[in-house]
């Protein structure tokens, strides 16, 4: 993904006067371009993703939403992750979501793979994402970080395709 040079740090007012037509994210102020779109199979995951989620939250507070939606997470980082939920229905607005959602689910491709594993990790982890999934559709694994007592996500645990993978963030 290309990125937007600048001598400071974008903000929330500069991704609010960027084109709408163009798909952009705030990380730390460092601006990504999200084009060109996702691949077919990257849009059947956070499809198939969002579907089971939205059947699992019925009648329940908890609601989920599939890209784009921004999340503003700061000044400095606003995201669109590919399938996310919020729990505290004050977080939702008309035009987007303000604080950290539940859960984050990020589809990897090879474009986008170190930024979401390495950048959006952090993010997420600082913001207080309590929980962060991981799909690897190509090499067909999930990897799962969860936020511990400390604030600190846990080592990633590693699911396959036979495995069930319970979402902790959404028990109870």
Not at 127 to 138: A, H, N, R
């Amino acid at each position: 993904p290309s990125v937007k040079k600048a001598t400071q740090k974008f903000t929330l007012d500069d991704y609010f006067t960027w084109p709408a037509e163009e798909r952009w994210e705030i990380i730390d102020g460092v601006a990504y371009n999200m084009t060109p779109a996702p691949s077919v199979k990257h849009q059947i995951v956070a499809g198939n993703s969002f579907s089971q989620l939205k059947q699992k939250l019925a009648n329940k507070t908890c609601k989920p939403f599939i890209a784009p939606v921004d999340v503003i997470l700061s000044e400095y980082d606003i995201v669109q992750p590919d399938v996310i939920v919020v729990c505290d229905t004050n977080k939702i607005t008309e035009s987007n979501i303000k604080g950290a959602p539940d859960l984050v689910v990020e589809i990897l491709s090879p474009a986008t793979a170190l930024k979401d594993l390495r950048e959006k990790k952090n993010l997420y982890e600082k913001s207080g994402v309590k929980e962060y999934i991981v799909i690897d559709p190509l090499e067909e694994y999930v990897e799962r970080f969860w936020l511990g007592g400390d604030g600190i996500y846990n080592r990633g645990e590693v699911f396959g395709p036979q495995d069930a993978l319970q979402l902790k963030s959404l028990e109870g």
